[in-house]
């Protein structure tokens, strides 16, 4: 789509989330108190994500420093080193795919709301999906970055807890790709009104890439805690990492003949897409050797 500038998302740690993403950020109100809420496109359904609050199962110990090991060997470019094998194992010691994806919850659930904003806009323009998530048709009008972070207050949790901020931050990454893609930088919201099914999947993908490596990037502290890898070493990797992820996960999950912009994103149909594109994610990373 040609060059645009970017509002000045991801660089090193300190500056992960551009301004208007610092958490700081206050929701546009309500234009109408009747306006439907995200997640009740259809009061009948079962909201997105029904089961219950459980904390987040820890790094398995016993398996932690194999992978503190793998790591540490891939980041010093020692011999016998592979990022997948590390990544395998680094799922490994998180109770294997399924349970990784268990505990993704606040993942799942912003990326099904990322995926129900987007269908919204696919199917009824911009100015009806942003009402759907709560915000006043204002936001039209507004600078850009202003209007994103409103949409991301609105999707993404406030980063309370490690697994809330790791969904933070992956939509916000997100948003940025969509700014980048759509050159939102050189106009308005209005630009995205031309997605088609197979960016809006590309995106969603990107979100779900972009929460586990946000959750990597939240274990390794471990590892760098306990001064296996150096400091150097750590920035290294976390460049390398996400086009990791992204790389091994996106080719299998963009051939899945599903339209994500007509799914029931607030429904079980979408709750089901979510948790199996997460448990197939860190199915592929856990396979890789």
């Known amino acids: 789509m040609g060059t645009s500038k970017s509002y000045g998302g991801p660089g090193n740690r300190s500056s992960l989330l551009p301004p208007w993403a610092d958490g700081d950020t206050v929701p546009l109100p309500n234009p109408d108190p009747d306006t439907e809420q995200p997640g009740q496109d259809n009061p009948s359904e079962p909201p997105t994500d029904p089961s219950p609050e459980r904390p987040e199962i820890p790094l398995q110990s016993s398996n932690w420093a194999t992978t503190s090991r793998h ?8 011999g016998g080193g592979s990022l997948g094998k590390a990544l395998s194992s680094y799922t490994q010691s998180k109770g ?6 268990k505990s993704a919850r606040s993942g799942r659930k912003s990326t099904a709301k990322l995926g129900g904003f987007l269908s919204s806009v696919a199917a009824r323009g911009v ?4 009402e759907g998530l709560g915000l006043a ?9 202003l209007a994103l972070g409103a949409i991301l207050d609105a999707i993404a949790p406030d980063g309370a807890t490690p697994d809330d901020s790791a969904a933070r931050r992956a939509i916000n990454a997100t948003l940025e790709e969509m700014y980048n893609r759509f050159e ?5 919201l209005s630009k995205l009104e031309a997605i088609d099914s197979n960016t809006a999947k590309e995106l969603i993908i990107f979100s779900v890439t972009s929460y586990i490596f946000e959750k990597f990037l939240q274990d390794l502290q471990y590892c760098f805690e306990e001064g296996n890898i150096a ?3 750590v920035i290294r990797l976390e460049r390398e990492v996400h086009p990791y992820i992204e790389a091994t996960v996106k080719v299998e999950l963009l051939e899945k003949q599903v339209d994500v912009l007509t799914l029931n994103w607030s429904g079980i149909e979408g709750q089901r897409f979510c948790d ?8 592929l990373l856990e396979d890789k050797k």
């Open 71 to 78: 790591f540490g060997t891939y980041a010093s470019g020692g």
């Open 96 to 101: 294997g795919s399924r349970q990784a994806s």
């Open 127 to 130: 100015r009806v999906a942003t």
């Open 137 to 145: 048709s204002t936001i039209l009008g507004m600078p850009v970055e």
């Open 184 to 188: 939102l930088g050189e106009g308005n």
């Open 231 to 233: 400091e150097d070493e």
């Open 276 to 283: 199996e594109i997460y448990s197939q994610a860190y199915a």
